[in-house]
């Protein structure tokens, strides 16, 4: 490295098409902050990003153990990316427990960045290290930089007045600072961000700043890297964008189904990881016709959100498996009751408590099964965070027409996972239509409409629709108790055949890539990205590849026999043992193969890839290629 | 009264409030007398029909929203309170019943029924108290007595049974009252009165059940017992009772209990009067005391406050964002926070 003047770095910029960052800390250390922001501005300045929040469920472990290490991890990109990357290029670790933990995500060569003022005997020894691995040749497959922020924020901060304990809370700053020299990030922006987002408390603002900026300093200074870095733009599709995660998108979907609808709804949840922030942000947007009831139990959230609806408005609850688990009875009186019910369920890792932070696709059977006797509903799942608006309008559009219970599946790379989200038009957004019936001549509770089966959603306050409806089974039509073998094998076929029905108005299964050839990928969820990517670059190889990510799992898309058959071979990577491999089997007599994993990390990319090599084997695709 | 779109011109019978379900309870059920009050009682409330809503549990007293010809819903063991919350957080104008019994409201939906009295939710709470399963055949409930033996305690029961109103007091309840089924009079007063209360209202009814727990009441409805087995609290008031009136309660200041004793005897207790709508909880709590043997079983309203209701100020808040910022719009909820526009290249 040559230094181009007195305490100057080589200044050299090179352009890479895309980088895979990951930042470690202690949970106290601000890493999700750190992350966020980061993700902000380069969203902000065009790259196209994916996101992974990797934290644990403790809020504040001891610090300096591993187990209270939190992770986040960003790729951004000048080309459409679909993950936040199998492995890190650059990683930022901020003590000895993070690097411990987090070392295996960073590839061989790969930048490592170390707060070595933090290497101390007693987090050396929290950590488990004997030694400290700066000081022996154990990081040497690593560009290894070590920086002593615990000094660095100590000497910037001094006469800030702060506490020591709130002076190291800064250096999280000065990484990002650090990290915005390395990638030539708009600095003057961020500082602006730092000020508004610590505006109640203007002395730390300052501190946060003059750390940020510190941390920038150090990069012009310091002789340790060899390189800046420039990602250009991507080259997005055209149009207005803004940068969410999929909680976010998901409660904006809901807050705009409610305009869609024009009808009040009411959202009816108890506090639960991963899926609580969608009822923060619903409280907080107070001015739109959405009402948020912070129940006492699970299960008065569902049947909070059925009385909702029993109303007249549209009733939503929210949960996370174990929530989902106490809620079915009330989603059992939804489908009896036939009234229109959404239920959201962020998975994570179980069973029960499980891992409350990390996902796991574990739900899908107890989202289609998961109640006594046949009890069906309508199940659907996002494929990307900004999807989840679409799919939180579609959601409230099904229960709606169809008067049923609607789950909509997300989890926990979704919900926290971000990318840039072109925002709709606003006159693209069809209204909801739920079609309450107004002509009491005619009514009966349990007339159904001949096209889908839905039987009147008639709210309380209509004169001469008084009525009562129940969990006990129903004559069809009068809505009287009934204890008729006959009605009831009937009523057994009309809710069966009403879910079955909303088949009729789906769209055809979308795949990508190859319409038919040697390998289909099937998924359903968050695990969009890795099947994706895996998918081109399958392609790239010369084989003839698909991929269909399933939004619709109960009922599935009609087609979905005739795509499966497309394909040589099909393989179905989930986060469980293979649950939708199972449904897909029973419904097609075919023999799918599954790739599964239940360890509470995501796919990588590479193990989609392998897989698929593996069942479609490398000669195949010379066979093509000649 | 809390505001309820009225019934306007419209005069009801109680045949108009009379479904053309079959009442398929036991003969002689004391569910029978408190359905009739109900349907006799609600033409005189003077609120629409169609405003009217029944919701209940499971339970032989569930099966009330069948009967009445109201909007109704019969739902899940125990969740009634739920939703109930629920459809006022949609519709706070409707005038919501919950039915429900000892089972249903303290056993599997315990949680629900002191939530919606804590959080003062504007609905009507009717919990028919027989101390014993019913409609699953004869199981010890929540509010059975030590020692009652039923068909899964042939020994007795070991356990001590809640006493609904003190369970209710304990939850911050607004009005908490309790009826017996045949005293027809004064449950029809109860009822009225918790229907022009503006908040969370429980009212326990004593309902005998003839076929698992017949006589469970009997001293409180016998004519030679009654007058001396029950307090009838009374607004300002003191704690007298007895065939002559000649007997009262009165607070043992060192104790801080009540004691039983005669009018006019000093016995070193003071009088007090029972005030509905005093501030602390207190003696109300005393008197929802389980009732013991040698003391009278209080029957009235022990308590009557004003506290804001549930739904009204949780939806105020949603009015105030608006009158302040305006009514939230599909372009702004979507065109928000940092944003960035890509052009076609
Ligand atoms: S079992 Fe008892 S409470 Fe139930 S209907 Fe019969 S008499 Fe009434």
Redo the contacts between chains.
């Keep these: 490295m040559s230094s181009t003047g007195p305490g100057a770095n080589s200044g050299k910029i090179e352009e890479v098409e895309s980088i895979v960052i990951r930042f470690a800390g202690d949970s106290g250390d601000g890493m999700q902050l750190t992350g966020t922001e980061l993700t902000?501005a380069v969203?902000?300045?065009?790259n196209d990003i994916a996101t992974f929040p990797d934290f644990p469920a403790e809020i504040r472990a001891p610090a300096g153990t591993t187990y209270g290490v939190s992770g986040f991890q960003l790729q951004f990109s000048s080309s459409e990316i679909f993950t936040p990357g199998d492995a890190a290029g650059v990683l930022i670790t901020m003590n000895p427990a993070a690097l411990r933990t987090n070392l295996s995500t960073l590839e061989p060569g790969g930048l490592l960045i170390v707060d070595s003022g933090a290497f101390k005997k007693r987090n050396l020894q929290l950590s488990g290290y004997e030694v400290s691995p700066l000081e022996d040749d154990s990081l040497s497959g690593y560009q290894l930089i070590p920086v002593d922020m615990t000094r660095a924020v100590t000497v910037a901060l001094k006469g800030s007045g702060l506490s020591p304990g709130d002076v190291q809370r800064c250096r999280n700053f000065f990484a990002l600072g650090l990290v915005f020299w390395l990638y030539g990030r708009d600095e003057k922006r961020e500082v602006e961000s730092i000020r508004a987002k610590f505006r109640a408390r203007p002395e730390v603002a300052e501190a946060n700043v003059k750390a940020f900026k510190a941390g920038h300093a150090y990069g012009e200074t310091t002789e340790a890297f060899k390189s800046r870095y420039h990602v250009p733009?991507a080259?997005?599709?055209?149009?207005?964008?803004?940068?969410v995660t999929g909680n976010e998108a998901l409660a904006?979907g809901l807050?705009?189904a409610a305009?869609?609808a024009d009808r009040?709804m009411?959202y009816?949840s108890y506090p639960i990881t991963p899926a609580s922030d969608i009822l923060h942000y619903l409280a907080a947007?107070?001015?739109?016709?959405v009402?948020t009831?912070q129940?006492?139990?699970e299960?008065?959230a569902v049947?909070?959100?059925?009385?909702?609806?029993?109303?007249?408005?549209i009733?939503v609850t929210g949960t996370s498996g174990p929530g989902f688990a106490l809620k079915q009875?009330?989603v059992?009186?939804a489908v009896m009751?036939e009234l229109p019910l959404v239920l959201i369920d962020v998975q994570r890792g179980g069973p029960s408590t499980g891992l409350p932070t990390k996902p796991e696709q574990g739900d899908l059977l107890q989202a289609i099964f998961g109640r006594n006797s046949e009890s069906p509903v309508a199940v659907i799942a996002p494929a990307r965070p900004s999807e989840c608006f679409d799919m939180a309008i579609e959601a409230v559009r099904l229960a709606t027409q169809h008067m049923c219970p609607v789950v909509l599946l997300s989890d926990n790379t979704l919900a926290n996972g971000a990318e840039p989200w072109r925002?709709?038009e606003?006159s693209d957004?069809a209204p909801i239509e739920p079609g309450f019936r107004t002509d009491a001549e005619t009514f009966a509770p349990y007339l159904r409409d001949p096209d889908t089966l839905a039987r009147p959603w008639a709210?309380?306050?209509?004169?001469?629709?008084?009525?009562?409806?129940?969990?006990?089974e129903k004559q069809d039509v009068t809505g009287?108790?009934s204890y008729d073998p006959a009605n009831h094998g009937h009523m057994n076929a009309m809710r069966a055949a009403k879910i079955a029905k909303i088949a009729d108005r789906l769209p055809p299964v979308d795949v990508y890539g190859d319409a038919e050839g040697d390998l289909l990928l099937v998924g359903f969820g968050g695990t969009y990205g890795a099947l994706r990517q895996a998918a081109q670059s399958l392609r790239g190889e010369g084989h003839r590849v698909g991929h269909a990510q399933l939004r619709y799992l109960n009922p599935l898309q009609s087609d979905i026999d005739e795509v499966l058959r497309r394909y040589r071979r099909v393989l179905i990577p989930e986060l469980n043992p293979g649950q939708l491999r199972m449904l897909l089997r029973a419904r097609t007599l075919l023999d799918l193969e599954g790739l599964n994993k239940v360890d509470g990390t995501p796919f990588m990319v590479r193990e989609v890839v392998e897989a698929a090599r593996r069942l479609i084997g490398p000669a195949a695709a010379k066979e093509l290629r000649a | 009264m809390s505001a309820v779109p009225g019934a306007g011109e419209r005069r009801y019978t109680k045949k108009d409030f009379t479904s053309d379900q079959d009442v398929r309870w036991c003969p002689g059920c004391g569910d029978y007398a408190i359905l009739a009050q109900l349907q006799k009682l609600m033409p005189d409330l003077g609120i629409a029909k169609e405003n009217i809503v029944f919701i209940s549990g499971i339970g032989c007293s569930s099966r009330f929203p069948y009967y009445m010809d109201t909007y109704g819903f019969h739902t899940i063991h125990g969740r009634a309170p739920a939703i109930a919350t629920g459809l006022k957080l949609a519709r706070p104008e409707l005038s919501v019943w919950v039915v429900t019994g000892d089972g249903d409201a303290l056993s599997i939906g315990g949680n629900h029924l002191i939530h919606a009295l804590r959080r003062n939710v504007d609905v009507k709470i009717l919990l028919f108290n027989n101390k014993v399963y019913g409609l699953t055949k004869g199981q010890y409930s929540p509010t059975s007595d030590v020692g009652q033996r039923t068909k899964s305690s042939p020994s007795g029961v070991v356990s001590p049974p809640f006493s609904p109103p003190a369970l209710a007091l304990g939850s911050s309840a607004t009005f908490v009252a309790r009826a017996v089924d045949t005293e027809v009079q004064h449950l029809q007063q109860m009822i009225r009165r918790m229907a022009e209360h503006p908040g969370a209202a429980l009212l326990e009814i004593y309902q005998n059940c003839p076929v698992f727990n017949d006589g469970a009441f009997a001293p409180l409805k016998d004519r030679d017992t009654k007058q001396d087995e029950v307090l009838m609290l009374e607004d300002g008031e003191k704690l007298v009772y007895g065939r002559e009136r000649e007997k009262i309660l009165k607070l043992d200041p060192d104790r801080l209990v009540l004691v039983p004793g005669r009018v006019g005897d000093e016995n070193g207790a003071i009088e007090i009067v029972h005030r509905e709508d005093a501030e602390s909880t207190m003696l109300a709590a005393l008197l929802s005391e389980h009732p013991r043997p040698g003391f009278p079983t209080p029957i009235g309203v022990f308590r009557s406050v004003e506290r804001p209701v549930f739904e009204r100020e949780t939806l105020a808040q949603g009015e105030a964002a608006v009158a302040a910022g305006g009514a939230g719009q599909l372009e702004e909820l979507i065109y928000a926070g940092d944003r960035w526009r890509v052009s076609s290249s």
Excluded: K, W
């Design positions: 902000r969203a902000l300045s065009g733009a080259d997005l599709e055209p149009g207005e964008y803004r940068n904006t807050v705009a305009l869609l009040r009411v009816a947007h107070q001015r739109y016709p009402t009831f129940a006492e139990d299960i008065a049947t909070a959100a059925i009385g909702a609806s029993f109303g007249g408005a009733g009875e009330g059992g009186l009751a925002l709709p606003i957004l709210p309380p306050g209509t004169p001469g629709f008084e009525h009562r409806i129940g969990g006990l009287d108790v």
